[in-house]
């Protein structure tokens, strides 16, 4: 597998590519055609290998027991977020990988076709949301008002860049009454970007939210929610390899396991805390268990059409805001697989 390259030199890479991908992606009505008509096969060809971009997951998958249920070769690849996940289907180095909503439409917009074939949100989203909107020490924010003239973390393609463009629009904002600020989203970038004062608000997420509080509330840093749903997640793969009727019948048996794996997490938190976070992630068993609490329920969805709905408003604000061409959220899935993960839960619970 080709070496991954820095997060920033790939987004550059990725705005550069986008007249590009308008081309590209000029002519896919016809195959996207044949592709809904094709039908999935329940049985997976002898020799089939599935190479799978899902770090975390694949943790609940194994640890379940799961695993062992896949009646072909699976190979995990150590690859997360967009950016990797992109660069790694252009080097047709991975066939299906785990994202937010945002990947999926850059994916088109920078020429390389993809299709949505799983969905998962939060119960209760708001509640537990995935980010929140750090404010770096001593600045003056309490509501997203004023947020005006402020510095904002910002990455382009993916899911943080996109939370920023929509709260500056429910804010009734524009990027002009801001000062956008392009940072890599990795590892705790923002927290320290806020606690240096490079920026003054920032989205950051999961433990690193706990964290900033903990660490840099004495000074007076704080988080605010902003309101809003971010809790899209996603399984997408190119539509090359979906075409590859032995990768879609496999892909349909994953898509089955990881719904299973997602209750069996949700089973056994204290097994998944200790398993996962404190052995495999090197946190504490009380961080483990701040990010469980605040994750709350898995929903699988056996229809998608909320689902588009939500992606399409996404997609125009984006487009808007970028200057990318339209696109139809809808062309983003493959219905062929709408109801199969919420269907194996149906019949088979987290086993």
Known sequence: MSSIVDRRTFL???????????????????????????????????????????????????????????????????????????????????????????????????GIPTKIVASRFRQDPLDHAIYRLGIAPGVAVTTLADIRGKRIAYSPGQAQGALVLRVLHKAGLSKQDVELVELP???????????????????????????????YGKDGAKTIPHGLRDDPGHLYAPTSVLAEPAKAAAIRQYVRVWAKAWRWREAHPDEWIERYYVKDQGLTTEDGRWIVENTGLADIPASWTDAIAR????????????????????????????????????AGGAG
């Open 185 to 215: 989203s990795t590892n705790d970038v923002y927290g320290t970007a806020l606690a240096s004062h490079q920026v003054d608000v920032a989205p950051i997420g999961g433990v690193q939210i706990k964290r900033y509080e903990s660490k």
């Open 12 to 110: 550059s890479a990725t705005l550069g590519a986008v007249a590009l991908g308008l081309t590209a992606c000029a002519g896919d009505d016809e195959p996207d055609a044949a592709l809904a008509a094709a039908p999935l096969t329940d049985s997976v060809p002898k020799g089939t290998v599935l190479t799978v971009g899902d770090k975390e997951h694949q943790k609940a998958i194994e640890f379940s027991g799961l695993v062992d249920s896949l009646t072909f070769e699976v190979k995990w690849a150590n690859i997360s977020g967009g950016p990797q996940t992109l660069e790694a289907f252009r080097a047709d180095a991975l066939d299906i990988g785990a994202v937010a909503d945002i990947p999926p439409i850059h994916s088109h917009w920078t």
């Open 311 to 346: 992606h399409q408003e996404t997609i125009d604000l984006l487009a808007k805001e970028t200057g990318n061409k339209p696109l139809k959220a809808e062309d983003l899935y493959d219905r062929r697989y709408e109801s199969v993960a919420a269907d194996a839960l149906t």
